[in-house]
């Protein structure tokens, strides 16, 4: 209601962190998604090294990865004023606007941010489909022995994951074109519909970082 109130320092760093976590859940659940292709598909390829130095590098890279991936929100979000919306101070009897956590006047990297969180969630959709499309039709063969769980878990987290970031890529593509000025959507109400999916989205995408872990234990132990 009353617009981003934890100042310009928690601004930084809550989008540094909401976006780290969303690039190093992408790629790890892509790499796992590969992995489980290759394990299926290809058991005998090099891929399938087991070497744990292969796996600590495989996750420093990721991580490198995400955190530089994550930095121009840190760099570029801060907190500024949204003339468009105010509040009613009803002691004061006064107005005053709106703090918003946004991209301070950077729009050429607030777009770049955008399409790059989309590219991302594109590319991975593609490789999920293409590698649990192979993997089903394998495990539909009635003499393909593998485990059928490992499968089954990395697949309900893909769907999961993709449940959860789905909404805020559309919704963020979506309000990118009202920046460019080419919304197909003129009419405010249309622009506050896309407002309230972004709001809405944003909330499901942080819901799922914290719902993830307990899936995936959950999943574990049946």
């Not at 976006?19 to 390829?45: D, K």
């Not at 105010?86 to 777009?111: E, P």
């Not at 987290?157 to 970031?165: E, S």
Request: net charge positive; aromatic share 18%.
């Amino acid at each position: 209601m009353y617009g981003w109130t934890l100042g310009d320092p928690a601004c930084k760093a809550v989008n540094f962190v909401f976006y780290t976590g969303y690039y190093s859940s992408i790629i790890f659940l892509t790499v796992l998604t590969i992995h489980r292709y290759m394990a299926v598909v290809h058991p005998m390829s090099v891929v399938m090294s087991r070497k744990s130095v292969h796996c600590y590098v495989t996750a420093i890279l990721i991580w490198i990865i995400s955190l530089c991936a994550a930095i121009p929100q840190a760099r570029f979000n801060s907190v500024v004023y949204n003339n468009a919306d105010v509040f009613m101070d009803a002691q004061n009897n006064s107005t005053t606007a709106v703090l918003l956590c946004d991209f301070a006047g950077q729009i050429n990297w607030k777009m770049s941010s955008v399409y790059m969180q989309n590219s991302f969630f594109i590319i991975a959709f593609v490789i999920f489909v293409f590698c649990y499309t192979v993997i089903l039709g394998r495990l539909l063969r009635p003499t393909f022995h593998t485990h059928r769980k490992t499968v089954q878990l990395i697949l309900f987290i893909v769907v999961f994951f993709f449940l959860g970031w789905g909404p805020y890529n559309v919704a963020i593509f979506l309000d990118s074109l009202i920046s460019w000025n080419i919304s197909p959507f003129p009419d405010c109400e249309m622009g506050e519909s896309i407002d309230y999916l972004m709001y809405v989205s944003r909330m499901v995408a942080f819901s799922h970082c914290c719902l993830n872990p307990v899936f995936y234990g959950l999943l574990r132990i049946l």
